[in-house]
């Protein structure tokens, strides 16, 4: 009985054990390493229209969501991570245009043109 005992208790140290150094050399992304994947993928993206609908996405870790119209078609974007001003100050029935290979996003509203830069935090 005891043999059994020390038994798991070997195994059962060796499994920890196991599971910390796994831990320690498997090499994690770092938040500003995901930011930085956002803001490539931001960078390639193209859009145009205007904006329809904005909300939080619920069923998808509450990534901010702007859904574009454009002759009909409807595209939805999200912007997780993005630390610019540009989700909070854009409204429902706004033109926005961005261009690929860049992260500037060109709002034009009934009284104002602005032009923000996304943010993700990485260096260009």
Known sequence: M???????????SFVFLAIIIFMLFVPSLKETEINCIWSDRMKISEFEG???????????????????????????????????SFYSSVLVG?????KKNTLNVSVYAKTKKEIYKLNYGCDE
């Open 2 to 12: 005891i043999f059994k005992n020390i038994k798991i208790w070997i195994v059962g």
């Open 50 to 84: 205007i904006v329809d609908k904005k909300y939080k996405d619920s069923m998808n870790h509450n990534k901010p969501t702007i859904l574009i119209r454009k002759k009909g078609e409807v595209r939805e974007v999200h912007f997780l991570n993005d630390k610019s």
């Open 94 to 98: 706004d033109s926005i245009n961005k």
